[in-house]
């Protein structure tokens, strides 16, 4: 990318990963307290919630703001048109789900589940209050006020979630802390935004032409929201509250640098790919440049909270939060595959039309749930390396799309990533090999472990000149302004 369109994507990813950072490192403040104060048995419980959330958090947004981003110019009606939709669909899945509450908790045993539900899914309407104002910020590439935003509002949710697993509130404290934080975010782009819904009357007529894009972003979104949570449904059907706690906390422990970076990536490169969608070969460098930074930023991090994954909840969550280990340890092996696959999907969606977007869904969901029925019955550690197995099959099928629609060849791709790979594999064992001179698991173990990790993955890194070594350098020199003369 060039020019004033490079700078802001420049720009972007750099307010974005800025403010994931801090929003990774207060989250992890957070859950460490949290943790400490809670019982496993109440995250089991939260856990059964979010996952119908997340899906209903899929229709109600019903992939309209997408069109929006992917749209060059978008009428007012059309702001208005989905401004509606949401709040009158976010309604509706309120009603629904707090309607079946009761069914819920009788079949997992949870009746506290009853009197959480009126109060947590009402994150679902505060959410649709605010979509259009995120949407509108996305295409003028605000991120830095996005950033401040989301950083704020995880403030003030932590901050309210600790004080009341302190006193006591249990589970509450978990519930305050997801509503508490849609309502500050909610409350914020609303006050920063002069959007409002003015203007013509209430007129859905706009929706007509962005319905096919649309739906089939939806019945995708929609299907990976539900097999993203299938695990949790049915652990929490099959084993006990405690468990279910242990192995969604392994999950969310995983997923906390890895989506919030791959949030900030996809946030800004989907807007900028679109830009530049009919320039082919500028196009294909954009991508490959991507997933090489992606890659090398990510590849270590996750291969390294494998191998400190004993030592980091000693140290940090203490003995109560071990059986959470091995799963952690196991789970991490995905995150190498993930961001690799959600990159290759931001290009399908600049690329390809809804349909087929869908229809690769498809292709992964049958893989999905062969690999589901053969691990759930057996035990959650097996179901842990399923997730594995279908995190790489996931990355597998949106690559090759990718790859299929873009001009960027697969040795050309694989030449990219296999330097990151061979590098990220020997910190790891690197790391995993202190153990032999250090065999008490704790802090002092830890902090060697990760001297010696990022030691000798920058060595390794210099020594061997690898590109995206050198992009991430020149990045940081740009924005910290150390700009070579």
Known sequence: MAGELRDSVARGVAWSV?????????????????????????????????????FALAVVDSGFSQTLIRRPDPAPQDYRAVFFFNIAASVGAYFLLVGLAPVVASFYGMPVIVRLAP????????????????????????????????FVSSLVSGLFAIGLAAAGCGVWALVAQRVSQMAVRALLLWSLSEWRPQGGGLCFVPLRSMAPYSFSLLASDLISAVYNK???????????ADTLGFFDQAVKLKDLPLTSAMTAVQGVTFPALARISDSGPKFAESYRQVVSVVAYVLF?????????SEDLFVALLGSKWLPTVPYFRTICFAGLFYPVAMVAY???????????????????????????????PRSVQAVVWGLVVFSFFEMTVNVGASLRVSELSARRFLRTLLPVVFVSAV?????????LFSPEA?????????????????LLSALFRLEAFSACLSICRRQFGFHQK
């Not at 790891?428 to 153990?435: A, D, H, M, N």
């Not at 472990?449 to 993955?457: A, D, L, M, Q």
């Open 18 to 54: 800025a403010e994931k950072i801090g929003t990774m490192l207060l989250q992890a403040g957070v859950s460490i307290v949290v943790l400490r104060l809670l019982m496993p048995d109440d995250f089991g419980v939260i856990a059964v919630l979010t996952a119908f959330a997340a």
């Open 119 to 150: 109060v947590f899914f009402l994150l679902l309407p505060v959410n649709a209050l605010c979509v259009i104002q995120h949407t509108i910020f996305t295409r003028q590439f605000r991120f830095d006020l996005l950033s401040k935003i989301t």
């Open 230 to 240: 299938i695990p949790q449904l049915f652990i929490g059907r099959l084993y006990s």
């Open 300 to 308: 270590p991090v996750m291969l390294g909270l494998s191998a400190v």
């Open 346 to 376: 931001n290009i399908l969606k600049v690329r390809c039309s809804g349909p087929e977007i869908f229809r690769l869904e498809i292709i992964k969901k049958v893989g999905m749930t062969l690999i589901l029925v053969l691990t759930i």
């Open 427 to 435: 910190m790891f064992f690197c790391v995993r090999g202190v153990s």
């Open 442 to 458: 704790g802090v002092l173990r830890l902090c060697i472990r990760i001297f010696v990790g990022v030691g000798v993955y920058l």
